[in-house]
């Protein structure tokens, strides 16, 4: 329970979740360590629908993760391998081809590419997996490499960030995920990942994407040697850089998932550190449209209740998921559509499919087109149902 001197400032806090009005640092870490969940939870769905409506998102999507060779040993990695050990592999255009193929096979409408860096790979291997996908199917939206790969393509090519993007767009790059933000306070970072792209070579890399049109993600891992003051803290670094560009679309809290790790003597984030995080995400990210609850690393029932606690995405069909499964996640290595509808359904929410870009997909038997971007108002709050699927 919240002690009573404090009931006056959550009044504070809620009246200006229900104006509309930006909520600071101190508020953050008052509702972290303060509120209960049932009532974070509660403010956190305001947001929620008056951004989201009763609409829950997801997509048709498959991964492809080109090779787990890594140069870098981050501690809280179990997807990484050594060029010599036997887990290792590497795919070759041929693989990429038929990765392609299945996506197409299945309907899907995004794939997602991230992986290790490969210290025996130079620019123009990455390069390639871009051109293969788009070569071998143009309408598949390729949303591919995060920040600390950017940062590694730059260093392998001697080239500005920038460079590198462009030529990742030529190549048929549509979007970028939001992965390897980790935590962005120094303290937390030297002990997790030391070596990789700061936090702010990880801003200034999507800062340079969102100049060039290009729409991206944003991630924080939590739940493994950081404090509330850091989440927060980070929340906030991620808003200053959407009030300067407007580029990010979806926010997704990554629950740490320890076991196969350096760090597997730490517990496992609870339920409800999950669904604490994504109601504070919720809150404090007042400018970014989309929170996601990842079915994946929360567990389908965890991502269901999140759909109430300020989350309106549960991602998508992610078939070929390995990086988070390699570290523990007991998860399913894919839902169905039917299977995601069942889970929206079931939490009072109207599923709609979306393609990266937040479009509505209309199918019709084994094709798609991308409709209308979405919008909550009064007068298309229902329109979901009307959208056929598969």
């Not at 795919?91 to 996506?103: G, K, L, N, S, Y």
């Not at 290009?214 to 980070?234: I, P, Q």
């Not at 609850?293 to 759909?307: D, H, P, R």
């Not at 990086?323 to 998860?331: E, F, L, N, Q, R």
Request: contains cysteine; charged residues 25%.
């Amino acid at each position: 329970m919240i002690a009573s001197y404090d009931q006056q400032r959550l009044r504070e806090i809620t009246e200006k979740v229900h104006s509309g009005t930006r909520l600071s640092f101190d508020d953050g870490l008052f509702l972290d360590h303060e509120v209960d969940l049932l009532t974070l939870g509660r403010i956190a769905n305001v947001v929620r629908e008056r951004k989201n409506g009763n609409y829950a998102y997801y997509n048709t999507n498959i991964h492809l993760n080109p090779t787990n060779v890594c140069v870098y040993r981050c501690t809280f990695c179990a997807f990484r391998a050594d060029l010599k050990a036997e887990k290792a592999y590497t795919f070759t255009d041929a693989m990429i081809r038929d990765r392609v193929h299945e996506a197409k096979s299945l309907g899907a409408t995004e794939i997602h590419v991230v992986g290790g860096l490969h210290h025996q790979k130079d620019f123009d291997w990455y390069l390639n997996v871009i051109r293969v996908i788009h070569e071998t199917w143009p309408a598949l939206h390729i949303k591919a490499w995060t920040p600390v790969e950017i940062n590694w393509f730059s260093y392998l090519t001697k080239k500005p960030t920038r460079w590198v993007l462009e030529q990742m767009i030529e190549a048929g790059l549509g979007s970028m995920p939001g992965g390897g933000a980790e935590i962005f306070h120094p303290d937390v970072r030297q002990q997790i990942c030391e070596h990789k792209a700061d936090a702010e070579e990880w801003l200034m890399t999507h800062r340079e994407a969102h100049a060039l049109g290009l729409r991206t993600n944003a991630t924080m891992l939590y739940g493994h040697v950081e404090e509330g003051k850091h989440r927060v803290d980070h929340l906030c670094k991620l808003r200053e850089l959407q009030d300067e560009t407007g580029g990010f679309q979806t926010f997704i809290p990554l629950a740490f998932h320890p076991e196969n790790t350096k760090l597997s003597h730490i517990i496992k984030p609870s339920g409800m550190t999950d669904l604490r995080v994504i109601a504070l995400s919720r809150l404090m990210l007042d400018n970014i449209d989309h929170i996601k609850a990842y079915w994946i690393m929360l567990g389908e029932k965890t991502a269901q209740v999140a759909l109430s606690f300020g989350a309106d995405d549960l991602d998508g069909t992610v078939i070929h998921e390995i990086i988070y499964h390699d570290a523990g996640a007991k998860t399913p290595q894919g839902l169905t559509v039917d299977q995601l509808h069942h889970l929206i359904r079931e939490a009072g929410r109207v599923p709609i499919e979306r393609d990266t870009l937040y479009r509505k997909v209309i199918r019709n038997g084994v094709d798609w087109q991308i409709g209308d971007p979405i919008r909550v108002g009064e007068s298309d709050r229902h329109d979901a149902v009307a959208v056929s699927m598969p």
